[in-house]
């Protein structure tokens, strides 16, 4: 059985982000954008200089953190080096 390298299971590709910008889209109403330091195999994950993006019914509120720990349970997309916001 050959191993094809262009096949890439789930959490090789977000080790791969670690210490890059990762767009994470929370079960919800919250986006996140940082930098990824870690991660454990239940997708928890540690982000750094991270703006978070809520919606709300006054509309969208932006909070800038230093560093957040996501439960991966409430993790509905991962978006690597994505952003909510057309540059």
Known sequence: ???NPSQLLPSELIDRCI???IWVIM????ELVGTLR??????NM?????TE???TAEGRRITKLDQILLNGNNIA???PGG???PE
Do not use: N, R, W
């Open 77 to 79: 997309i991962l978006v």
């Open 27 to 30: 079960k919800g109403d919250k």
């Open 53 to 55: 993006y809520e919606i």
């Open 83 to 85: 952003s909510p916001d």
């Open 19 to 21: 210490g890059s910008k």
């Open 1 to 3: 059985m050959s191993h």
């Open 38 to 43: 870690g991660f454990d195999v239940y997708v």
């Open 46 to 50: 540690v982000l750094e200089d991270v």
